[in-house]
Structures are given as C-alpha cells and as structure tokens.
C-alpha cells in the first residue's frame, strides 16, 4: 500500500541497549524527517533528511543516528536508550520544501 | 529564528458552539509558510491547510476556516458549529525560507474537547 509506515508501533526496551525504529515511505518523497512528542513540548526535531546520504541534526539530536542509503527509507537509532529518550516518534515525508508533510502513524517507544 | 506560540493549552465548548484556536508566529523572513495539523485521540498526524506569506486570503472549508493577518502575525482557525469529532489536539506550525527552510516548527498544540 501507499504511504509511510513506521515500525514497530510499540517498543519497550531497557536502557543501554540499541533500538531501532523503521520509516518506509513509497511516494520516493525527497525530504523525510524524525520528530518526537512529549507533553508539554509539542513536537521536535530530531533529524532530517533533504535526500538520499544527505541527512542533518534537528533541534535534539543526542542520542539519535539516522541514514539514509535509499530514499525510501530513513531508520533512527537509539545507541544507548535512556528514559528521558521514552517518548512518541513520528516520521514524516515531503514531495518539496515548504509542503505539507504526511507523518507516519508514531512509535511509542517506553525505555525502562 | 523562527517560533510558533498557541497560547491556549486545552479549550473545551460545548457541540455547536464556535471555537477559535489562535496561533501567532514569529520570522525574520518575507517569505514562509503555515500549517495546521489535527492529532485525533487515536494520534495520527493529519495536515489541514498550507498557507504562504504572500496569500492573506481567509480560506474556509466547510466548517473550517483560518485568518491569516501579517499585521499581528496570526493564523487562527476557527470551528463552527463544533462537532465531537473536532475534539483532538491542533497544531500550528511553520517554515521559513532559512537554511533548512523544508524544516516545521511546530507549535506546543491546543487540545480541544468538544462536550455533546
């Protein structure tokens, strides 16, 4: 199907360990992006991507590692989870700058 | 640097009244856009409206419309006639033609509950 998938939907991990959440998107959108959701912050950046091996930092990048080798994919890495990293992701896409995104469906990742 | 304020953490109006969500924003640039998103209790992300600096038209799409005034630097949305079903949390966001200018910058979000 169309669209941007994200996996898993739900993760619960133990901190220290590596954890990586998966965005596919099949619209060969250029732009892809990582954001995160807490309360009382709205959402954040993390990373981004303009196209393929093209990727830079958002507004809280430590603790997150991204690539992108294909233009439809774009995985974040938690290197070594901590709790303050227990949050809601969302990945996003964009056909070009200054669209509207289309954001996956979130995961909410719990590190205890 | 650009910011993006919703003033108004949680509103709750009772089915059919209007509702106003305000957003005001702030950029050093001429040239930028904003959006508003709708997160429903199930959490998906949905985009609504798209607006660039150079178009201060209201839009109005059904029950949904927005006034963009340059001079205040808002972009409010206003519900009529409220449904349960608006109950979600909007969010307003922006772009700038910066370095970086695909990049959002979203609002902290207004939770709104509509009561039957």
């Known amino acids: 199907d169309a669209g941007i998938t994200q996996s898993p939907r739900y993760k619960i991990t133990e901190t220290g360990r590596q954890v990586t959440l998966m965005c596919h998107q099949t619209w060969s959108h250029s732009y892809m992006f990582w954001y995160r959701q807490d309360l009382g912050h709205g959402l954040r950046l993390i990373y981004y991507?303009?196209?393929?091996?093209?990727?830079d930092k958002g507004e809280v990048p430590d603790g997150y590692v991204v690539s992108r080798s294909k233009t439809e994919n774009f995985p974040l890495t938690l290197e070594s989870a901590t709790r303050s990293q227990t949050s809601v992701y969302f990945c996003a896409s964009s056909a070009a700058s200054h669209d509207g995104y289309t954001f996956g469906s979130g995961t909410r990742l719990t590190v205890v | 640097a650009q910011k993006v304020t919703q003033a108004q953490t949680e509103i709750s109006v009772v089915e059919k009244e209007d509702v106003t969500l305000d957003c005001v924003y702030e950029?050093?640039?001429?040239?930028?856009?904003l959006f508003w998103y709708k997160q429903p209790p199930s959490g998906e992300l949905v985009f609504l409206i798209r607006?660039?600096?150079?178009?201060?038209q209201n839009e109005i799409s059904g029950r949904y419309s927005w006034n963009f005034q340059k001079s205040t630097s808002s972009f409010n949305f206003t519900i009529t006639a409220s449904q349960v079903v608006d109950s979600a949390v909007y969010f307003c966001?922006?772009?700038?033609?910066?370095?970086?200018?695909?990049?959002?910058?979203f609002g902290k979000g207004t939770k709104l509950s509509v009561i039957p």
């Open positions: 966001a922006l772009s700038d033609s910066g370095a970086g200018s695909y990049q959002l910058t």
């Open positions: 991507s303009a196209a393929a091996d093209i990727t």
């Open positions: 950029t050093r640039d001429t040239t930028y856009y």
């Open positions: 607006r660039n600096s150079f178009d201060e």
